[in-house]
């Protein structure tokens, strides 16, 4: 079993930046391939950003490209997802999501965080 609590959400304005944090528990986070998604109101949820279980690899959401990175500390068992160049679209709660595997994935992740949300104001 693992627990996610995500942070870092908030207010910013177009052009801004948001670190979100994603704390994970248990002692085999690094057995985990790690991932971002965000539900707009209205939309169904959709995949923003993933990373392998060492951080070698990383898959991103063709929208985020260039302006988001996600990064990962084993060591704090902790997933980050930096996002720049915020724009009012990125409006969102967004989830942080984990799957053990030592791949990199898009979709069947087992764990759910309760969300962060994000409101980017034009």
């Known amino acids: 079993q693992v627990q996610l609590v995500e942070s870092g959400g908030g207010l910013v304005q177009a052009g801004g930046s948001l670190r979100l944090s994603c704390a994970a528990s248990g002692r085999t986070f690094s057995s985990y391939s790690m991932g971002w998604f965000r539900q707009a109101p209205g939309k169904e949820r959709e995949f923003v950003a993933a990373?392998?279980?060492?951080?070698?690899?990383?898959a991103y959401e063709d929208s985020v490209k260039g302006r988001f990175t996600i990064s990962r500390d084993n060591a704090k068992n902790t997933v980050y997802l930096h996002m720049n160049s915020l724009k009012a679209e990125d409006t969102a709660i967004y989830y942080c999501?984990?799957?053990?595997?030592?791949?990199?994935?898009?979709?069947?992740?087992?764990?759910w965080g309760q969300g962060t949300q994000v409101t980017v104001s034009s």
């Open positions: 999501a984990a799957k053990r595997t030592f791949g990199l994935v898009k979709t069947g992740y087992d764990y």
């Open positions: 990373i392998s279980w060492s951080g070698s690899n990383t």
